[in-house]
């Protein structure tokens, strides 16, 4: 059984801005290199701004992101509006995105076409978020790594803020709310937000800080 840990502090989870991936309709899963595009920094801009409202200048807040250009670059530009050095913030490969196998680069449009053209087979109709691709990863070892890294950090002092992707933000954000496992995914997936999007969770709540204009999907 898999334990939910608490947090200390505030855990503010942030989806990263729009890439050239998104904007092509590309699954672009664990790739990591996939830049920003304009809006994507627009998006990231708008974050870092709330961001700044909400904490202040130099605010006493660790900074994470997985280990992807699109992550380190939102991160980047929210570091920039805190004042905060882009250069001590952390990395774990555990906040990466699910891993897409054989689907990985494909525009979306080939890939349902691939499945017969069933949509069911690419997207869950149930929460909106990504099947995994036959060679894949699956939706618990996502859950697992992203709890393991949760465990590790929980109890660290001062907020958190941490850039991660579409999938395993909604997976790390269903646990934290203990939510039941999505049937053909059996995982928690809370609702999906789009790109550069930020919410904070506290005391177990979670509120929503900055709602993005991106794309719904991975």
């Not at 855990?11 to 699954?27: C, S």
């Not at 250009?69 to 490969?93: F, P």
């Not at 660290?156 to 646990?175: E, F, Q, T, W």
């Not at 496992?181 to 900055?210: H, K, M, Y």
């Amino acid at each position: 059984m898999t334990i939910i840990p608490s947090v200390k502090g505030r855990l503010f989870i942030a989806r990263h801005g729009e890439t050239v991936y998104n904007a092509a309709k590309r699954l672009q899963g664990e790739h990591t290199h996939t830049p920003l595009t304009r809006r994507g920094f627009a998006q990231a801009d708008t974050m870092g701004a709330a961001l700044r409202n909400l904490l202040g200048v130099k605010p006493a807040l660790t900074l994470w992101a997985s280990e992807t250009g699109r992550a380190l670059q939102t991160l980047a530009v929210i570091a920039e509006h805190l004042e905060l050095d882009w250069h001590q913030a952390e990395r774990d490969t555990r906040l990466m995105e699910i891993g897409m196998g054989s689907w990985g680069g494909q525009y979306y449009a080939d890939v349902i076409a691939a499945q017969g053209g069933d949509m069911a087979n690419v997207i869950d109709p149930d929460s909106g978020a990504l099947m995994p691709a036959p060679d894949g990863e699956n939706y618990p070892s996502i859950r697992e790594r992203v709890l393991a890294w949760t465990a590790d950090h929980a109890q660290d002092d001062g907020d958190k803020l941490v850039i991660m992707h579409g999938i395993s933000s909604r997976v790390l954000r269903g646990a934290l709310l203990g939510l039941p496992d999505t049937p053909r995914l059996n995982a928690p997936i809370a609702p999906g937000l789009p790109q550069g999007s930020v919410t904070c969770f506290e005391n177990g709540a979670e509120t929503l800080v900055v709602e993005g204009i991106g794309g719904q999907v991975a």
